[in-house]
Nanobody
Framework: QVQLVESGGGLVQAGGSLRLSCAAS????????MAWFRQAPGKEREFVAA????????DYADSVKGRFTISRDNAKNTGYLQMNSLKPEDTAVYYC??????????????????WGQGTQVTGSS
């Protein structure tokens, strides 16, 4: 089992930056690919970004490419999502998720077995 806890959410003005963290415990963190998803009110949970267990491979949704950066520090058992040039439409609850590295990166909700509780990000106009 892997336990995930997100932090770092908050209110930020349009154009501002925020960094989310995802602290993992329970298993060797580098064994797991990690991703960030988000869910806005009334909408389905959507893929944001993913990173391989080693950190050598990343992937992004088109809506955040060039603005968001996913990274991880396996020595600290922590993943990150650096969000720059935030827009009001980035407002959502952001979740981190993990799956065993043998499954690779994926975009679908059910590709990931482990989930955090979420952290709210609000971009104001």
């Amino acid at each position: 089992q892997v336990q995930l806890v997100e932090s770092g959410g908050g209110l930020v003005q349009a154009g501002g930056s925020l960094r989310l963290s995802c602290a993992a415990s329970g298993r060797t963190f580098s064994w797991y690919a990690m991703a960030w998803f988000r869910q806005a009110p009334g909408k389905e949970r959507e893929f944001v970004a993913a990173i391989s267990g080693s950190g050598g491979s990343t992937d992004y949704a088109d809506s955040v490419k060039g603005r968001f950066t996913i990274s991880r520090d396996n020595a600290k058992n922590t993943g990150y999502l650096q969000m720059n040039s935030l827009k009001p439409e980035d407002t959502a609850v952001y979740y981190c998720a993990a799956t065993h590295r043998s499954r690779g990166l994926g975009y679908a909700f059910d590709h990931y077995n482990y989930w955090g509780q979420g952290t709210q990000v609000t971009g104001s106009s």
